[in-house]
């Protein structure tokens, strides 16, 4: 399974190839990245974190809102 997911290195490329074309087409300076992921490992969230991104933990989102958060989550996102 661990073949079909980008490595951090490659991810990182990419975010800075968005952050440049921001800054070179529109002048915005895109500060921060927010990683989203279901992916248990804190390992690897370490070397997300070593990226300077910032994550959103949802631990305890189901417990606060219940078991339909995730539609409500889903539609405010759009």
């Known amino acids: 399974m661990e073949e079909c997911f980008a490595p951090l290195p490659v991810i ?3 975010v800075q190839e968005v ?3 921001l800054r070179e087409r529109k002048g915005i300076i895109a500060e921060h990245v927010i990683m989203t992921s279901d992916e248990p ?3 690897w969230w370490e070397d997300v974190a070593k990226h ?4 959103i933990d949802h ?3 189901d417990a606060f ?3 339909w958060w995730v539609t409500f989550l889903s ?3 759009y």
């Open 41 to 43: 490992d804190p390992a």
């Open 65 to 67: 809102y219940g078991d």
């Open 75 to 77: 539609f405010s996102l």
């Open 12 to 14: 990182a490329r990419r």
């Open 52 to 55: 300077g991104w910032l994550r």
């Open 59 to 61: 631990s305890t989102t």
């Open 19 to 21: 952050k440049d074309e």
